[in-house]
C-alpha cells in the first residue's frame, strides 16, 4: 500500500518550453501532497505544498508563476515548470501524506528534467 | 545550527557488518521520526517511523530515538551489498505544519 507514481520519469526538453510532471497516490488518497527538488548528493528541497480543491503554498524562494501547482482530485497533483531554462534542471520528487498508521509521507520515483 | 544535522559520510563497510546511521537534532518540537532509504536516481522509501523514545525494530533495521539528548539512530544488521543507499533521516512536529525536516543523507556502500 501507499504507492504514489510519477510522470514522465525523466523529460528533455528546450529552454523556453513548459513541461508538466504528474504525482499520482495509486491505493490511497491524499488530501496533502509535496513538490521537492533535489540536486546531485543534496537532501530534498521542499517546493511547494498542495492541498486538493486550494491554492499551493509555496516555499520563501520559489517562484509560483514558475512552478504551476494543481491538485485537482484527492490522486492527482501536477507542477507544471513554465519556460524552462537550464538552470531548472534538476530532480523533481513528489509525495503524497497518506492517513495510514504511519500519517506520513510517500514519494514518488522521481522526474529528472534536463532543459538544454 | 541547522535543524537537522547528518554526517553525509560517505560510509563504507563489508557485507556482514553492522552498520549505524546518526542524526541530532535542535527543534525540541519535533515528535515524529522518519528513515528514508534512496537509491540512486529514485525516490525516497520509508523504512521506519517512530514517533517516541526508544528502540523499534523491523526485520534487520531497529530504529532509536533518544529525545532527551535530541539524537535518532538506524542499525542495520547483517548489512548486504543491496542496502548500498543514501539513508535520510527526517522529522517532524506533532500538529501545525506537516512539513518534514530533513537531513543532508548518508551514503552507504556495503562491499561484497
Known amino acids: 500500500g501507499a504507492v504514489v507514481s510519477q510522470h514522465p520519469s525523466w523529460v528533455i526538453c528546450k529552454s523556453g518550453t513548459s513541461v508538466k510532471i504528474e504525482c499520482r497516490s495509486l491505493?490511497?488518497?491524499?488530501?496533502?501532497m509535496f513538490w521537492y527538488r533535489q540536486f546531485p548528493k543534496q537532501s530534498l528541497m521542499l517546493m511547494a505544498t498542495s492541498n486538493e480543491g486550494s491554492k499551493a503554498t509555496y516555499e520563501q524562494g520559489v517562484e509560483k508563476d514558475k512552478f504551476l501547482i494543481n491538485h485537482a482530485s484527492l490522486t492527482l497533483s501536477t507542477l507544471t515548470v513554465t519556460s524552462a531554462h537550464p538552470e531548472d534542471s534538476s530532480f523533481y520528487i513528489c509525495s503524497a501524506r497518506a492517513f495510514t498508521s504511519t500519517d506520513t509521507q510517500y514519494f514518488g520515483p522521481g522526474t529528472r528534467l534536463t532543459v538544454l | 545550527q541547522k535543524e537537522v544535522e547528518q554526517d553525509p559520510g560517505p560510509l563504507s563497510v563489508p557485507e556482514g557488518a553492522i552498520v549505524s546511521l546518526n542524526c541530532t537534532y535542535s527543534n525540541s518540537a519535533f515528535q515524529y521520526f522518519m528513515w528514508y532509504r534512496q537509491y540512486s536516481r529514485k525516490g525516497p522509501e520509508l523504512l521506519m517511523y517512530?514517533?517516541?523514545?526508544g528502540n523499534k525494530e523491523d526485520g534487520r533495521f531497529t530504529a532509536q530515538v533518544d529525545k532527551s539528548s535530541k539524537y535518532i539512530s538506524l542499525f542495520i544488521r547483517d548489512s548486504q551489498p543491496s542496502d548500498s543507499a543514501t539513508y535520510l533521516c527526517?522529522?517532524?512536529?506533532?500538529?501545525?505544519?506537516?512539513?518534514?525536516?530533513f537531513g543532508k543523507g548518508t551514503k552507504l556502500t556495503v562491499n561484497p
Open positions: 517512530t514517533y517516541s523514545s
Open positions: 527526517a522529522m517532524r512536529s506533532q500538529g501545525g505544519s506537516e512539513k518534514l525536516v
Open positions: 491505493d490511497f488518497q491524499a488530501t496533502t
